[in-house]
């Protein structure tokens, strides 16, 4: 686990989004960073590397490399 200072804020973009998470603290128990610090986790370990890659294949044609 990181260290406790190091910290993000995090808007949820609908009010839907902040009810779920809301809602998934409640019934775990845990508090909202933890359970938007899980979703976070989540979401990098299936969509960092697939991200970086695009990101890359854009920027190779903005370039015009071959």
């Known amino acids: 686990m990181m260290d406790k200072n190091e ?3 995090c808007t949820p973009y609908t009010k839907q989004d902040y009810e779920m998470v809301q809602l998934l ?3 775990s128990g845990n508090t909202l960073s933890s359970v938007v610090g899980q979703a976070l ?3 990098l ?3 960092f590397v ?3 890659k695009r990101h890359q ?4 044609l903005m370039l015009g490399e071959k």
């Open 45 to 47: 370990k299936n969509n």
């Open 7 to 9: 910290r993000l804020t």
């Open 57 to 60: 294949e854009v920027e190779h």
């Open 25 to 27: 603290s409640d019934l």
């Open 41 to 43: 986790h989540e979401w």
């Open 50 to 52: 697939n991200e970086v």
